[in-house]
DNA sequence: ATTGGATGGTCTGAAGCGTACCGTCGGTCG
DNA sequence: CGACCGACGGTACGCTTCAGACCATCCAAT
């Protein structure tokens, strides 16, 4: 292990893993249905990361030449060596939360009275977390996700991340003038 | 409004809003105590940003010549409407959690036992997520910030944030077979 | 036969981010 | 007093991240 891979890394290590053999295409694709929906991981990027990850030699690719080209992408034993390795080693980063509504709560103005302000960034916070909520409920109704399975507890996360996003902004619309954290 | 200003911009924007006029060094200090907890904002990134809005005018910049050559910077009016601007459009962007506990989770093999990988991870994923969690309560206890003040708030939300991961990963210690889900 | 959508890939420019590095200042301790 | 140390204040560099536009292929339905 040359020196620590960022986390796209990973997730391409991690997907063949589960796999045997995918294209970066197909990568982007289950991407986007699981946890492309907390942490986006563009296209381009995972065509960079095959890219630099078949330098390092973790990964091989089998190239069509005519056609479309398509890369075909498996784990090497070298990869298969640094996922299980990534896969049960503590991580050192802790967990970052981008969320622009929380950015601009934490920018209102405190004095006097922002309290319509405060209500109307709640309110709208409010319907934007309760769509995704809804979302993801549909998701999980749609899909087969096996009870218990990872990827069914990721979504679960995902869940439980809604609720409390909503408690949270619920209380705010409640009582602006005494936002949520009195004790 | 030439284009839609990145996070960190309204960062600056926000800050300076709030006390008249900054160093970037200060605007570091201050984002390392608050929001810099859920949502990392480099140092770099903070002169950066300034360059890129003073160049737009929407702070202005006044510079020691000698010594420590300190920038002070303040906001212009232009920059103010557009901060004001910013603080009551509906947010586009959707919430973003990197957590790599979480990643590591979506990636465990699910067939045969990796029981054991999941109650070591979640174990991890625990303490460290405790340790936070402790953290923020010394924060709320050792700064005076008012209670109902939107600073305040916002810990409160970290608060939350990591009493969910505890819940969650302590449901996945007590039955790793049967990961948060169920239902 | 065309057209349009799903598939598959590339490129670019800007922003994000870590980290190492360099200077200045104010104290304090020998 | 003066050397030093830690807090201040800023810069530079290199990589990663990311959005978006762009291009080409294949297939199926009209």
Request: charged share 25%; net charge negative; hydrophobic share 35%.
């Amino acid at each position: 292990m040359p020196s620590p891979l960022p986390p796209s890394a990973y997730v391409v290590l991690g997907l063949l893993g589960q796999r045997s053999s995918l294209t970066p295409y197909q990568l982007d694709k289950r991407i986007r249905e699981s946890i492309g929906h907390f942490w986006a991981f563009p296209r381009s990027q995972l065509y960079a990361e095959a890219g630099r990850l078949i330098r390092r030699g973790l990964i091989a690719e089998q190239r069509e030449t005519e056609g479309r080209r398509r890369r075909t992408l498996s784990l090497t034993d070298a990869g298969r060596t640094e996922l299980d390795r990534w896969l049960d080693t503590p991580s050192a980063s802790s967990t970052e939360i981008h969320d622009e509504g929380l950015l601009r709560l934490f920018f209102l103005r405190t004095d006097g009275d922002c309290t319509d302000a405060i209500v109307s960034l709640a309110t709208e916070q409010l319907e934007a977390h309760r769509r995704q909520l809804a979302h993801y409920q549909d998701l999980v109704a749609a899909r087969g996700l096996p009870p218990g399975s990872p990827q069914r507890a990721t979504l679960e996360l995902g869940l439980r991340m809604e609720q409390m996003f909503i408690a949270f902004w619920t209380e705010a619309v409640a009582s602006p003038d005494d936002l949520p954290g009195r004790d």
